[in-house]
């Protein structure tokens, strides 16, 4: 009998130790900074049918872009204040009526300040932010619009189909002090061709990265083009063919000179919506057309 409790005792001992041991351990893979997925993304070849279409919107110094493929479609981004219009009556132009997802990289306000009239505009039915708070009136603003039932808290590796394209989150919020490098970052592939699209990730976000399978052909310039976007490290893990930079006129030197000289050492071809106005890219999965 003694044996008998003795033994059970000890299968109790190491249940609450096997317990503690993967609470620690799910802790530490949650810990800020850490990436706890590996991305399969990029490093596949998707299924096609049709085009799918990228518009780099021209929102002037913010980013908005909208994705379509096989009837769904995302919206990463709705550029500054006072740009919201605009980009409603674009979007209505190609007849758009809802949005699948609204993807808000994180809370600045050239990204999130024309949410209102998006969300007032289309019937939005998911929105997926970083978690983060901020204390600015767009902020304020946007959070009064949504609705509770449609907002999605973005976790790394969470992955879905857009149409027949797949994306996935391969950063999300690492509790920075530095905004920038909370954004959420997003991979899509399409047949043979991979996007990536960095919200502001630039500087220590960007290296974070660098352990992922990244090849692609087309990267969103994180940051307007700030001096610490596209590192050299960065660019010859990604080896993009074309780099698009979302910049207006501003008073911080965007896109830098750094890092216009980096992608023209590789010879990656730059796309700018203040010089090219709103940028629309179509892809059958393996050709491209840019207009």
Same mark, same amino acid.
């Given at each position: 009998m003694r044996k008998g409790l003795r033994l059970l005792f000890f299968v109790i001992?190491?249940?609450?130790?096997?317990?503690?041991?993967?609470?620690?351990?799910?802790?530490?893979e949650k810990s800020p900074g850490r990436i706890t997925c590996v991305n399969y993304i990029l490093n596949k070849e998707t299924f096609v049918s049709g085009n799918l279409t990228v518009l780099y919107l021209n929102v002037s110094q913010g980013d908005s872009i909208f994705i379509s493929n096989n009837g769904e479609n995302m919206l990463i981004d709705c550029g500054p204040n006072g740009k919201g219009d605009d980009i409603s009556k674009?979007?209505?132009?190609?007849g758009i009526t809802s949005i699948d997802y609204l993807i808000l990289t994180h809370n600045d306000a050239d990204h999130i300040g024309g949410?209102?009239?998006?969300?007032?505009?289309?019937?939005v039915k998911r929105i997926i932010m970083n978690g983060g708070v901020a204390e600015s009136q767009s902020y304020k603003d946007v959070m009064k619009l949504i609705d509770k039932e449609e907002l999605i808290i973005a976790s790394n590796c969470v992955s879905s189909n857009l149409g027949i394209s797949e994306w996935q989150i391969i950063h999300n919020n690492t509790h920075s002090d530095?905004?920038?490098?909370?954004?959420?970052?997003?991979?899509?592939?399409?047949?043979?061709?991979?996007?990536?699209?960095?919200?502001?990730?630039?500087?220590?976000?960007?290296? =974070?990265?660098?352990?992922?399978? $990244? @090849?692609?052909?087309?990267?969103? &310039? +994180?940051?307007?083009?700030?001096?610490? =976007?596209?590192?050299?490290?960065? $660019? @010859?893990?990604?080896?993009?063919? &074309? +780099?698009i930079i979302s910049v207006g006129k501003n008073s911080?030197?965007?896109?830098?000179?750094?890092c216009l000289s980096r992608l023209n050492e590789r010879n990656i071809k730059i796309l700018r919506t203040d010089v090219d106005g709103t940028i629309v890219l179509r892809t059958d999965g393996e050709n491209y057309w840019i207009s």
């Open positions: 001992f190491l249940i609450i130790i096997s317990i503690i041991s993967y609470n620690e351990l799910n802790k530490e674009e979007l209505k132009t190609f949410c209102e009239e998006i969300l007032n505009d289309f019937n530095n905004e920038n490098q909370n954004s959420i970052v997003i991979a899509l592939k399409y047949g043979k061709t991979g996007f990536l699209f960095m919200g502001d990730c630039d500087s220590s976000c960007e290296k =974070s990265l660098l352990s992922q399978s $990244l @090849d692609i052909d087309f990267l969103k &310039i +994180a940051h307007h083009g700030s001096k610490y =976007s596209a590192t050299d490290e960065f $660019l @010859d893990k990604t080896t993009p063919r &074309i +780099a911080y030197g965007h896109p830098n000179p750094d």
